[in-house]
C-alpha cells in the first residue's frame, strides 16, 4: 500500500484530551470474546481521525495484543487505505519488540502523532470483523499448551511476530495477498496468544512461512523477467 498518510493537525480536539487511560480493564479482557472486544473499541473511534498513540493509551500496555489484531483486520478487505501498511506494520513490530524485551511499548514521534482518518478506517473495520468471527470459532484455549509456555517458546512467538509485522511492511503493496498473508499470519498469532491456544499459534508460523515462499517467488519471477526483457532489448 501507499505510504501516504495524513498530517496531525496544528492542535488536538477536544475529545483527545478526554481519553480514559485504557479501554480495556483486565476483567474484561479475559472474559468477552477478541470480537466483541474490538467491536467496542472501533465503536469507541472519534469520528474525525486518530493516531497510534491515542489507539495505545486507549487499550493499554495489557491491550497490545488487541490492538494488533484490530490494525491486522484492515489488510483482510480487498480495499487500499493509503499509508497504513507502513504505519500499522511499525506499530505491530514494536508491539512485538516490547513483548520480546519486556519494556513498556515505545512508539517514535515520526509515525506517533500521524493521523489516520477514521471514516475510512471503521468501515473497513466493520466489514473484517466477520473474518475474525470466523476465525475466533475455531479458536480454543489450552491447546498445544507448549506453544504458549513461558521461557524460550515465547522469544520464538514474539520474534515471529515481529518477523509477521517485517513482511506486513514489504513494499508490494499493490501485488494481490502482499498485505493480506502476513496480516492473516499476525492475527493468528494475536488470537493464540490471547487465548493461549497454539494450534493458532502453529497456523501463524504456517501463515508466515507461507508469506516468504510468495514473497520470493515474486522476487524471483521479477527478477526472470527483468533479465529475459533486458536480454531482448540488447539482443
Not at 489516520?116 to 468471527?133: D, G, N, S, V
Not at 499476525?186 to 514473497?215: H, K, M, P, W
Request: hydrophobic share 50%.
Amino acid at each position: 500500500m501507499d505510504d501516504d498518510i495524513d498530517d496531525p493537525p496544528a492542535r488536538r480536539n477536544a475529545h483527545d484530551a478526554a481519553f480514559p487511560h485504557a479501554f480495556f480493564d483486565k476483567d474484561t479482557m479475559h472474559t468477552e470474546p477478541l470480537s466483541q472486544r474490538l467491536r467496542s473499541l472501533v465503536r469507541s473511534l472519534p469520528p474525525t481521525g486518530i493516531t497510534l498513540s491515542e489507539l495505545v493509551h486507549r487499550v493499554g500496555n495489557d491491550g497490545l495484543l488487541i490492538l494488533t489484531a484490530m490494525l491486522t483486520l484492515v489488510f483482510l478487505i480487498p480495499v487500499s487505505i493509503p499509508g497504513v501498511s507502513t504505519v500499522f506494520g511499525a506499530a505491530i513490530l514494536l508491539i512485538g519488540l516490547s513483548r520480546l524485551l519486556r519494556r513498556e511499548l515505545w512508539i517514535p514521534a515520526r509515525i506517533e502523532h500521524k493521523r489516520i482518518a477514521t471514516r475510512k478506517l471503521r468501515p473497513l473495520l466493520r466489514k473484517a470483523l466477520p473474518w475474525l468471527q470466523k476465525l475466533e470459532r475455531v479458536s480454543r484455549p489450552d491447546r498445544l499448551r507448549w506453544l504458549v509456555a513461558e521461557g524460550p517458546v515465547a522469544h520464538l512467538n514474539n520474534a515471529s511476530l515481529i518477523l509477521g509485522a517485517i513482511l506486513l511492511m514489504m513494499p508490494f503493496g499493490l501485488i494481490p495477498f502482499s498485505n493480506t498473508f502476513p496480516a492473516v499470519a499476525l492475527l493468528f498469532f494475536a488470537i493464540g496468544l490471547l487465548q493461549r491456544d497454539g494450534v493458532c499459534v502453529l497456523l501463524g508460523y504456517i501463515s508466515n512461512l507461507a508469506t516468504i515462499v510468495y514473497f520470493s517467488v515474486l522476487i524471483g519471477g521479477g527478477g526472470l523477467a527483468a533479465r529475459e526483457l533486458f536480454e531482448r532489448l540488447t539482443a
